[in-house]
C-alpha cells in the first residue's frame, strides 16, 4: 500500500512549454485533489475529482487542466508554463467512512518555472 | 463565504509542555468538517486529527487534540507534552460545499525549545 503518489518530485520548466504532473493512490479514494503551496502560505485548491469521469474546479483553475479516467489516477495538465505557476504542488485523495473524514497528501511536486 | 483564520504565524513552546494553535472558521452549512495538518521541514502534509461538525465529543488523536467549540467557531489543536519533533507548520482546514472542496488556513509555524 503505497498511499498517494506524485511524480517527478522536481521539475524545471521554461515558460510556454507544456508537462503532466502525475498522481496515484491505491486506496480506492473516491476523492482526489490537487492543490498548490506558494512561499509562506496554505494550500490553494486547483482542480478537485469525486470520482471517475467527474471534475471540478478549484480557487485557481486557470492554467491547468484534470481528467480522471480511472479511480486511480489524476493527473494536472500545465498547458503553457508562466513563472507564475511555480510552486510546490500536492495531490490528496480523501476517503469519508461513516462519521470520519480523513485526506492523505502525497509528497508533492516542486516545479520551477524560468 | 467560507474561511479559515490562524493568526498565530509563530509560537514558541518549551518541550514538555503543552500548547495550543487557534484556528477560527467562518461557514455558514450546518455539516462541515475540521483538520489538523503538520508540516515538517521536510515539506509533506502530515494528517493530524480530524472533527466533524456533528460530533458530540471533542477528537482525540495521541497527544494531539481538537478544542472544538462551535458557538465561537473555534477549531484549536491542543499538543501536550510537545516534543522537539513537533516543531514544523501546522494549518487548520475545512471542508465546504457539500465535501468537496478543502480550504487551508495561513498556518502556524511552532517551534519547540529545549
Known amino acids: 500500500n503505497a498511499g498517494v503518489t506524485q511524480t517527478p518530485k522536481f521539475q524545471v520548466l521554461k515558460t510556454g512549454q507544456s508537462m503532466t504532473l502525475q498522481c496515484a493512490q491505491d486506496?480506492?479514494?473516491?476523492?482526489m485533489s490537487w492543490y498548490r503551496q506558494d512561499p509562506g502560505m496554505g494550500l490553494r485548491l486547483i482542480h478537485y475529482?469525486?470520482?471517475?469521469?467527474?471534475?471540478d474546479q478549484g480557487e485557481v483553475p486557470n492554467g491547468y487542466n484534470v481528467s480522471r479516467s480511472t479511480t486511480e489516477d489524476f493527473p494536472l495538465r500545465l498547458l503553457s508554463a508562466a513563472p507564475s505557476q511555480t510552486s510546490v504542488y500536492f495531490c490528496?485523495?480523501?476517503?469519508?467512512?461513516?462519521?470520519?473524514?480523513?485526506?492523505?497528501f502525497g509528497p508533492g511536486t516542486r516545479l520551477t518555472v524560468l | 463565504a467560507q474561511k479559515i483564520t490562524q493568526t498565530q504565524p509563530g509560537m514558541f513552546v518549551q518541550e514538555k509542555e503543552a500548547v495550543t494553535l487557534d484556528c477560527t472558521y467562518d461557514?455558514?452549512?450546518?455539516?462541515?468538517?475540521l483538520f489538523w495538518y503538520k508540516q515538517p521541514s521536510s515539506g509533506e502534509m502530515i494528517f493530524l486529527i480530524y472533527?466533524?461538525?456533528?460530533?458530540?465529543q471533542n477528537a482525540t488523536e495521541g497527544r494531539y487534540s481538537l478544542n472544538f467549540q462551535k458557538a465561537r467557531k473555534s477549531a484549536n489543536l491542543v499538543i501536550s507534552a510537545s516534543q522537539l519533533g513537533d516543531s514544523a507548520m501546522y494549518f487548520c482546514?475545512?471542508?465546504?460545499?457539500?465535501?468537496?472542496?478543502?480550504?487551508f488556513g495561513a498556518g502556524t509555524r511552532l517551534f519547540v525549545k529545549a
Open positions: 490528496a485523495s480523501r476517503r469519508k467512512t461513516g462519521g470520519t473524514d480523513t485526506q492523505y
Open positions: 486506496m480506492n479514494h473516491e476523492y
Open positions: 475529482s469525486v470520482g471517475a469521469g467527474i471534475t
Open positions: 461557514t455558514s452549512d450546518p455539516s462541515y468538517g
Open positions: 472533527q466533524g461538525s456533528y460530533d458530540q
Open positions: 482546514a475545512m471542508w465546504v460545499t457539500g465535501g468537496f472542496k478543502t480550504i
